[in-house]
């Protein structure tokens, strides 16, 4: 029996020298780590307006249509106001009218000012044409300011493009008869150079978010191509709902090539971090407990909890846990257990 308990401890300990876990070593590394975040963006007008009348009438003509690009300032739709037209000629006709009651009481305020500095005539007609002539100065100013009224709102009558776009609504048609002054959109138009790409970044990330940040963005509909630029503004407060910071990117549109309402996603680099400790990612043991990887002492494993930093797939930053100067275990991390004889292995 003796004999054969020895022998069974011999084989045992065979066993356990032969069961010895051949890992591979790897040193941990110093490097720059830029920290970054990925975040949904969408795309914006950079200005969108929706433009109404300011006059009632009917539409006499309609320059655009949907899709058409127009400059700051080109006439896009033609309001007939043929009351409004007469109001401004009968102003015009009574602003010369009150010219020239004006130029003639001054005309004789002249003469009447010669003739009492002479004496022949009182002071009170000298001070009396005085009065006509502020009365007449005065109408004049009131027909004139009529009339500069008036004409503004024929200007109205010709609605013009609020600035450089494209028509990307229009609701009217010659002949509609349109209201001043209503919530009815007739035109809309979209500024499309630059674009507004807007992301929301979490709380977390939003600490570091700062104006000028590099961001490159790519959308779905250009695969393998991406966009560079910077970030340009950000809100400054979170949203109470969400805990998100909106962030927005101005995107050079020049060649056309994106359009409001598309989607995508960005990445921002927040900041780098100096100097940081790295390991491949394969040598983090993420689903047995707390992360952790293997370091080998003495022909055993030791198992030493990290904190985790940014993560690109390839390589993850240990934000504390490890000194630098480790070796740490890359391959079979899950049949690996603290203290276990491991043999190591140089990597081919």
């Known amino acids: 029996m003796l004999t054969k308990h020895l022998s069974g401890l011999a084989l045992l300990t065979a066993v356990s020298v032969h069961a010895a876990a051949p890992v591979e070593l790897v040193p941990v590394q110093k490097k720059d780590v830029a920290v970054t975040t990925t975040q949904p963006v969408s795309v914006e007008a950079f200005h969108s307006a929706c433009i109404g009348a ?3 009438g009917y ?9 058409t690009l127009v400059k700051a300032g080109q006439p896009m739709v033609e309001v007939d106001v043929p009351e409004l037209a007469a109001v401004v000629a009968v102003l015009k006709a009574e602003t010369q009218e009150r010219q020239a009651a ?3 009481a001054q005309s004789e305020q002249t003469r009447v000012k010669a003739l009492a500095a002479t004496g022949s005539v009182t002071e009170k007609a000298a001070h009396e044409a005085d009065l006509r002539v502020e ?11 009529k009339l500069a009224e008036a004409e503004q709102m024929l200007a109205y009558a010709s609605i013009p493009a609020p600035f450089d776009g494209i028509v990307s609504v229009r609701n009217v048609d010659p002949g509609d008869l349109v209201a001043a002054d209503t919530a009815t959109t007739l035109i809309q138009v979209d500024s499309i150079t630059p674009l507004r790409v807007v992301a929301y970044i979490p709380e ?16 779905d509909a250009y695969p393998g191509q991406t966009f560079s630029a910077t970030v340009t503004r950000t809100a400054g407060v979170l949203d109470p709902d969400t805990r998100r910071m909106r962030a927005e990117i101005d995107l050079d549109n020049s060649k056309g090539l994106l359009f409001p309402g598309m989607y995508g996603q960005t990445t921002i680099e927040l900041k780098t971090r100096r100097n940081a400790l790295v390991v491949p990612a394969g040598a983090v043991r993420l689903n047995d407990g707390p992360p952790h990887v293997y370091a080998v002492e003495n022909g055993t494993v030791k198992r030493i909890p990290v904190t985790l930093g940014n993560d690109n797939g390839m390589q993850i930053e240990v934000a504390a846990g490890l000194t630098g100067n480790e070796q740490i275990v890359v391959n079979g991390l899950g049949r690996l257990r603290d203290g276990d004889a491991v043999s190591v292995q140089n990597r081919n």
């Open 54 to 56: 300011r006059v009632t």
């Open 204 to 219: 977390r990330d939003a600490v570091w978010l700062n104006n000028g940040d590099p961001a490159t963005l790519s959308f």
């Open 102 to 104: 004006l130029d003639a």
């Open 59 to 67: 539409v006499k003509a309609v320059h655009v249509d949907i899709g």
């Open 135 to 145: 009365q007449a100065m005065a109408a004049q100013n009131v027909t004139t300011a």
